[in-house]
């Protein structure tokens, strides 16, 4: 049994430990593909390791696929330690994948400069709190249920997530381009492609939660800057 | 009480400051207020530019100490009534889901919170998130959360939509039939017949179609029978010794015994007919609803521990007083079975049948005599349901008339289109006034052409009839479908029941219990003729109210 030596194993102790964070890095270090492979449902030496991992990929891929990213590079697939043959097979058939499909940047949504920056806006988004709370929540939600007993279904769990990681990726952006100088909503539209009002709608947002000030009144459009939450609190 | 009680709606500053006016005079007040905090939804005007800055109330804080004034927040009132000069409020109030003695304002919640929503303060401009302050300054802080779902909220039985069409897109099937379960036991008729409100209420409507949520729900009820996987019976190992009477066997009654069973009690089915299914076995044609299907499903409901007794006419074969001594409650749901009469001359002539009737004719195989021109009068689905019917049953003509326009109809418009497709022929805007006869026989009907007037009281324009349009449709047959009374001529009078003018009882609408104690009533029998999703959600509804008197007669 013999396969392509264009992959690189990464060992991990379990696909539960699959970082979303992890598969947008490896597409910003140059790989052309990712594939996670764990252990059958119910075969998890952890109970449900495997259940988040389908999870956590699912995500990552779902938010790559959102900035632009061809969501075939992404897979998650199941295999035991003693099905060689299927590995073999697994793993040959991705890379054929992904030799039609040629290096990153040739059959995305976004030429290859901009998917870079976007590819660091996916990773930030799948790094923080937000979505790693709603993520660690799944399986709860959708099979035991949240504290009032509500339980949820794995299409309104999805939904959900897919209107967070829209809502996170315009956030990011914004915040992005108000580290560089404040900025009114009109200019940060005009840079991100977005339109004015839905980049109103988020910087809005953003300065109800005391992430974002205003900086100064230019004729009459505001321009908004960052503010530290904390630093603005311990000052008061 | 020596202090007069004062009630205070909305507190906005108008409010706190009426109430701090009666707190002084020495009343007890109460303000209720719809919204998480005091104060109103004044955040300045130039909140958008000068951040941070909110506008507070300076009677707010006396307001929150004076020991004369109660403060219900987050609450509506449901419903008020007036009595010997006093008033009676029921309030509803919404939970914050914040436990405000333990929030210290830090804000993190705000900062994590996963899920936008549009600021209704800021007129839907800008985002916020779903936990949120309602008023920077006074920072009382709740997660909005939405009621039900208009699809659920419109349901009669508000069968929890969005969950089993999300179980079904999961994949999960049976789980979705469980918890179309939790509800309703009817999921393979009420998937084939219902007219679903939930439909028409359906928000994706405006995008493209609405979901199909009938038919998903017929789905995964079909997916289960033809898979011949064995459906749950879900009761407890020992029944109470209490026994429940059930009349009739229809929709309503059969509900009552699947959610009674569920708790534990047994019950005992009374059923004029030869076979179970009230409307649905006796009402809808075949073609909508098949007797084997709806078999299956009945029979699934009645080996919960629901005893069925068919043949078996309360009044005639068994004395309601009979019924009354031997059983704990008695649940009535004999549904509307009665036709109600044209009211014009000729009626009683041989060739007039009635809809409700010609319909349980064709569903029990007695042979109709189809031959000629048929006449159905009326505008419902019985009306179309007659009419479909009669085309099948071989008439060479079948009309049906109805004295407004196709706009005006009440029968859902895909049962109007199927008739217009089968080469039924509409006539509008024509009304009845005499059966003509030939020695006792129907040989047509005399009718009157009418016009749109102003429209009445049910928002419908009322026809009136234009003079001298008189003209004659030859036919051998007339199915009046005008509407159906509940036939309670076994009710004996001296029982003291309440029967209102439409020949329907009149129930408490929580409990579904009618003046007397221990009997309850629900479906058409009670609502007059509507949507069998009502009659089965009723139906739950008055087996609670009867778990409910069962279990405070038994602990006395």
């Known amino acids: 049994m013999q396969y392509t030596t264009d992959v690189r194993i990464i060992r991990l102790m379990c696909t539960g430990r699959v970082d979303p964070p992890m598969l947008a890095d490896a597409f910003m270090k140059g790989a052309d593909g990712v594939m996670v492979v764990g252990c059958h449902f119910g075969d998890c030496h952890y109970i449900t390791g495997n259940y988040q991992g389908k999870i956590k990929v699912g995500l990552a891929s779902r938010t790559l696929d959102y900035v632009g990213l061809n969501p075939r590079r992404v897979s998650f697939s199941q295999c035991s330690s003693a099905e060689g043959e299927r590995f073999v097979n697994m793993v040959s058939a991705f890379d054929q994948t992904i030799r039609e499909l040629g290096p990153l940047g040739n059959a995305e949504r976004v030429a290859l400069p901009e998917l870079k920056d976007k590819l660091a806006i996916a990773k930030t988004v799948l790094s923080r709190e937000k979505i790693r709370w709603v993520v660690g929540k799944f399986t709860e939600f959708t099979t035991t249920g949240n504290k009032y007993g509500e339980r949820f279904t794995e299409h309104e769990m999805w939904r959900t997530l897919d209107t967070i990681i829209m809502d996170e990726v315009a956030t990011y952006e914004i915040l992005r381009e108000l580290e560089n100088a404040p900025a009114s909503a009109k200019e940060m539209a005009a840079k991100l492609k977005l339109p004015p009002p839905h980049v109103l709608k988020y910087v809005l947002a953003l300065q109800r939660r005391g992430f974002v000030g205003l900086a100064e009144i230019d004729g009459t459009s505001p321009r908004y800057q960052i503010v530290d939450p904390m630093a603005k609190e311990e000052a008061a | ?556």
């Open chain 2, 1 to 556: 009480m020596s202090a007069k009680r004062v009630i205070i709606f909305g507190g906005d500053p108008a409010g706190v400051a009426a109430a701090l006016a009666q707190a002084e005079a020495g009343m007890q007040v109460t303000l209720i207020e719809p919204s998480p905090g005091l104060g109103g939804e004044r955040l300045s005007q130039t909140q958008l530019v000068v951040d941070g800055s909110a506008f507070v109330d300076p009677n707010l804080e006396a307001v929150k100490k004076h020991p004369n004034i109660r403060i219900i927040t987050n609450a509506q009132v449901e419903h008020a009534a007036a009595e010997n000069g006093s008033y009676r409020l029921r309030v509803r109030r919404n939970t914050a889901r914040v436990d405000l003695e333990k929030c210290n304002d830090c804000r993190a919640c705000m900062r994590v919170c996963p899920i936008h929503m549009y600021d209704d303060f800021n007129e839907g401009l800008g985002f916020r998130t779903a936990i949120d302050f309602f008023n920077p300054e006074t920072g009382t802080y709740n997660i909005f959360k939405e009621d039900m779902p208009v699809c659920q909220a419109t349901c009669p039985a508000n069968l929890d939509i969005r969950s089993y069409v999300g179980l079904i897109a999961d994949g999960k099937y049976e789980e979705s039939l469980a918890k179309i379960r939790e509800r309703l036991p009817f999921a393979l008729s009420i998937g084939r017949v219902c007219p679903h409100p939930c439909e028409t209420a359906c928000n994706r409507g405006y995008v493209d179609e609405p979901i199909s949520i009938c038919t998903l729900k017929r789905f995964v009820a079909d997916y289960e029978m033809n898979n011949e996987i064995p459906p749950p019976v879900d009761v407890p190992d020992e029944f109470h010794k209490e026994k429940v009477a059930l009349i009739g066997a229809g929709p309503a009654s059969l509900s009552c015994g699947y959610f009674l069973a569920k708790a534990g009690y047994r019950s005992v089915c009374f059923e004029a007919l030869p076979e179970p299914g009230g409307m649905f076995r006796y009402g809808i044609p075949e073609y909508r609803l098949s007797t084997p299907t709806l078999m299956y499903e009945i029979n699934w409901i009645l080996s919960h521990g629901i005893e069925l007794r068919c043949n078996t006419r309360v009044g005639k074969d068994i004395s309601f007083a009979d019924i009354q001594k031997e059983y704990d409650a008695i649940f009535i749901g004999v549904g509307a079975h009665t036709g109600i009469k044209l009211q014009i001359k000729g009626e009683e002539l041989e060739g007039v049948v009635d809809g409700v009737d010609f319909l349980r004719d064709v569903n029990m195989g007695k042979p109709v005599n189809a031959k000629g021109k048929v006449i159905v009068i009326g505008g419902g689905n019985v009306a179309m349901d007659a009419a479909r019917v009669s085309w099948r049953e071989g008439f060479d003509e079948v009309h049906v008339l109805y004295r407004r326009t196709k706009k005006e109809m009440p029968a859902s418009p895909w049962e109007i289109d199927a008739a217009e497709h089968e080469g039924v022929k509409f006539q509008y805007l024509v009304a009845p006034i005499e059966v003509v006869g030939k020695n006792g026989k129907m040989t047509g009907l005399k009718c009157l052409r009418m016009q749109l007037g102003e429209p009445d009281a049910s928002g419908r324009r009322r026809p009136v009839p234009i003079e001298g349009s008189e003209f004659v449709i030859e036919a051998e047959t007339l199915i009046p479908a005008i509407s159906q009374r509940p036939d309670l001529s076994f009710v004996p009078e001296e029982g003291g029941l309440n029967i209102t003018r439409w020949n329907t009882f009149h129930v408490d609408q929580q409990t579904f219990m009618t003046n007397v104690p221990g009997i309850f009533s629900a479906g058409d029998v009670e609502t007059g003729p509507d949507i069998a999703i009502r009659a089965c959600a009723n139906g739950r509804k008055a087996a609670d109210g009867i778990i409910q008197y069962l279990q405070a007669k038994g602990s006395k």
